[in-house]
């Protein structure tokens, strides 16, 4: 990768970082569903914006409208929030670590409904080592007690299911349409999907909760975490491909760790740490460079 791909890889992964310690405040103003409607909403609205002055316009297709939405559903509306649930309970760290199964669940779904993602050894070695270093992040007595924590756990992996999912179906149902598009596209239509369950759910959003604190929350998450972040991943996608962005789910949960550290003095376990060294080698494993580059320096000694 180019030095400016580098670059672009560590500020994505600091602002991805850094929306699991947005949500664990976010979530202290307004419940989980009413948090990831603003997210959404003022995230779309900031690309549309963006669209607007740049005088492009989005697909009239009901084709990629119907599409989009099950893409909003997958990527968006279920995911953040069983996140933003589960981060009621569990620490930004933990969460981003635990949303690291992402990869690792996407490589069993993609060997299933993608014919040209075929699950080779390497990859089925790794997963099963990443899956080992779930089950060390969680605690190997998790399943023996249920409780609230254990529960905000389970609610992330489900999360990072429901990610992996939505990449399975963006390959294989929205590839003719540009990506830019689907992401303004997805959290458009997320906005509209998510208002009745909001609804329903919490009532018809506070305003009072719009203090200066929570604005910079919204701001972090929403513009940053959310608009600028899918800017930036297209960027490195174009730059340095698919596989070097697998990179980002290794170097996220460093600097959501970081910052629970800095600005929480909220600190991860031993067993919770040496979890996640297990679960970042399951997932250099599946990226198969690591692996070529180690036989490549065998093969030329």
Not at 225 to 231: D, H, K, L, M, S
Not at 249 to 270: C, G, M, R
């Amino acid at each position: 990768m180019s030095n400016k791909a580098w670059l672009l890889l560590l500020f994505l992964s600091l602002i991805w970082g850094s929306s699991f310690y947005f949500i664990g405040e976010g979530v202290k103003s307004v419940p989980p569903l009413t948090l990831v409607f603003y997210r959404i909403f003022f995230a779309g609205l900031a690309l549309y914006l963006v669209f607007l002055w740049l005088r492009r316009r989005l697909p009239k297709k009901l084709d990629f409208w119907i599409k989009v939405a099950v893409m909003a559903l997958l990527n968006n509306i279920i995911p953040f929030t069983l996140i933003a649930w589960g981060q009621q309970t569990i620490s930004g760290g933990l969460a981003s670590i635990l949303n690291s199964n992402t990869a690792f669940a996407a490589v069993f779904l993609a060997a299933i409904f993608i014919p040209s993602e075929k699950l080779g050894i390497r990859r089925i070695i790794g997963t099963l080592i990443g899956i080992c270093g779930v089950t060390l992040v969680t605690g190997f007595d998790v399943l023996k007690e249920i409780t609230l924590t254990s529960l905000s756990q389970l609610a992330v992996l489900l999360a990072s299911i429901s990610y992996a999912l939505g990449s399975v179906w963006g390959q294989t149902q929205l590839f003719v349409y540009d990506p830019k598009d689907i992401a303004c596209g997805t959290l458009l239509i997320g906005s509209l999907i998510s208002v009745p369950f909001v609804i329903l759910t919490n009532g018809i959003p506070n305003l009072a909760a719009f203090d200066l604190k929570f604005i910079l929350i919204l701001f972090g998450l929403s513009i940053a975490g959310t608009a600028v972040a899918y800017i930036v991943y297209f960027r490195i996608l174009e730059l340095a491909g698919a596989a070097n962005l697998m990179l980002v789910t290794i170097i996220v949960p460093v600097f959501a760790i970081l910052l629970d550290v800095i600005l929480l003095q909220k600190w991860i376990s031993l067993q919770i740490f040496l979890g996640f060294i297990v679960i970042s080698f399951g997932l250099l494993l599946i990226d198969g460079r690591l692996l070529w580059a180690i036989l490549k320096k065998l093969k030329s000694k």
